[in-house]
């Protein structure tokens, strides 16, 4: 009995991996939440980060653009080009008054590896217990779901990007961003 649930977690557990790898985006239900209404205040969080501040929150932020990106787990090839390339362009994004927050339920140990290993200098934030993950609508059972969301100097949620591909993923966020920019100053 005992070998056959572990064989049928490691099953599911590999069946999530699988849809995740492919980027397919199920229902909502299936993510633990709704996605949140763009145009409306963007769900508040603080969570422990690997920067050694301690905790960070949306709030923090006030003033500036957010790119809150969730991602399955540190160390995994699509995850680790997805950062990769979001720190090859953070001077584009600072440019826009922008920050970057990554966001998956490793711990702080893991994300402090990870961005000494990749040299991120931006903050990965631990949502272990997926509380943050499911607000946004991007949790399916262990793991976060690759979506991203554009959130303005206000906290208000701009720009939802699901079924992310990492390899060009930084470069349309940086489009949307210019287009938002432009567009809430005409």
């Not at 826009?96 to 961005?115: K, M, P, T, W, Y």
């Not at 976060?144 to 939802?160: A, N, P, V």
Request: aromatic residues 12%.
């Amino acid at each position: 009995m005992i070998y056959r649930r572990t064989f049928c977690k490691t099953l599911l557990a590999s069946y999530f991996a699988l849809i995740a790898w492919l980027h397919f985006v199920p229902a909502a239900h299936a993510l633990g939440g709704k996605q949140p209404p763009i145009n409306e205040p963007a769900p508040e969080f603080t969570l422990p980060t690997n920067t050694g501040d301690g905790e960070i929150s949306l709030g923090d932020y006030h003033g500036k653009w957010v790119v809150l990106y969730f991602y399955p787990q540190d160390f995994t090839s699509g995850c680790t080009l997805e950062a990769r390339r979001f720190q090859q362009d953070l001077p584009q994004y600072r440019k826009r008054n922008a920050q970057i927050l990554g966001v998956s339920a490793d711990n702080v140990d893991s994300h402090a590896e990870f961005c000494d290993s990749e040299g991120l200098t931006f903050p990965l934030l631990a949502d272990t217990d997926g509380k943050v993950s499911k607000a946004y609508g991007s949790w399916m059972n262990f793991f976060s779901l690759r979506h991203t969301y554009i959130i303005d100097q206000e906290g208000i949620l701009r720009k939802t990007f699901l079924g992310v591909r990492p390899a060009i993923h930084s470069t349309e966020v940086l489009k949307t961003l210019d287009e938002l920019q432009t567009g809430l100053r005409l």
